[in-house]
């Protein structure tokens, strides 16, 4: 299976201030079809996870433009240009182009 | 608007079974392909299974394959999870997602499965 591996686990950050998620994959995610399948997911405390962006960098609609995606083959960020109070909660990578795995997790927390 | 409700949670011995439902509606069911994740208490999220439109495609992990088996009802717009031979590493938040191609873009609230005796 594709192993995905995050880092940090875990991300204290300023308000206002940057934050960035890196995901690595023991297999390039780029499939057959010319897409890399590679998604961020958000999860609040206490709610379901929300996608937030899908084929490595297409925002889903309503997700604010702070949030960004990038990378290609094995290596991928999200990056948040400034960190508000509502992105505390944990982050997942999650790949769609093999057996569908997620990554670890990074917790973002308000310092 | 897309919504996905999962339900037939709750306790189960181990080695018992549960069927876990879930209905979707704001969308055309059968157009899409549908995903079980779940997540155990405290800890990140593991896919489980997903099925085609025309449930001609199914796929399952590793951890459950052999003991699970999805399948889904177009006329009712309904996915199942039939889980047997349950170990208390089954025990989490069981969602049901919709999914196009590589990717779940909603998500239902969760049922519950806990095996325990």
């Known amino acids: 299976d594709v192993v995905l591996t995050q880092s940090p686990l875990s991300l204290p950050v300023t308000l206002g201030q940057p934050a960035s998620i890196s995901c690595s994959s023991s297999?390039?995610?780029?499939?057959?079809?010319?897409?890399?399948?590679l998604n961020w997911f958000q999860q609040r405390p206490g709610q379901s996870p929300r996608r937030l962006i899908y084929?490595?960098?297409i925002r889903d609609s309503g997700v604010p433009d702070r949030f960004s995606g990038s990378g290609s083959g094995t290596d991928f960020t999200l990056k948040i240009s400034r960190v508000e109070p509502e992105d505390v909660g944990v982050y997942y990578c999650?790949?769609?182009?093999?057996?569908?795995?997620f990554g670890q997790g990074t917790k973002v927390e308000i310092e | 608007q897309v919504q996905l409700v999962e339900s037939g949670g709750g306790l189960v011995n181990p080695g018992g079974s549960l069927r876990l439902s879930c209905i979707g509606s704001?969308?055309?069911?059968?157009?899409?392909?549908m995903t079980w994740m779940r997540q155990a208490p405290g800890k990140g999220l593991e896919w489980v299974s997903y099925?085609?439109?025309?449930?001609?495609?199914?796929k399952y992990a590793d951890s459950v394959k052999g003991r699970f088996t999805i399948s889904r009802d177009n006329a009712k717009r309904s996915v199942y999870l039939q889980m047997n031979s349950l170990t208390v590493e089954d025990t989490a938040l069981y969602y049901c997602?919709?999914?196009?191609?590589?990717?779940?873009?909603?998500w239902g609230q969760g049922t519950l499965v806990t095996v325990s005796s």
């Open positions: 997602g919709r999914s196009p191609i590589g990717t779940t873009d909603y």
């Open positions: 704001g969308f055309t069911f059968s157009d899409y392909y």
């Open positions: 099925i085609s439109g025309t449930s001609s495609n199914r």
């Open positions: 297999q390039s995610l780029l499939y057959t079809d010319g897409n890399t399948y």
């Open positions: 084929k490595v960098s």
């Open positions: 999650m790949q769609g182009t093999h057996t569908w795995t």
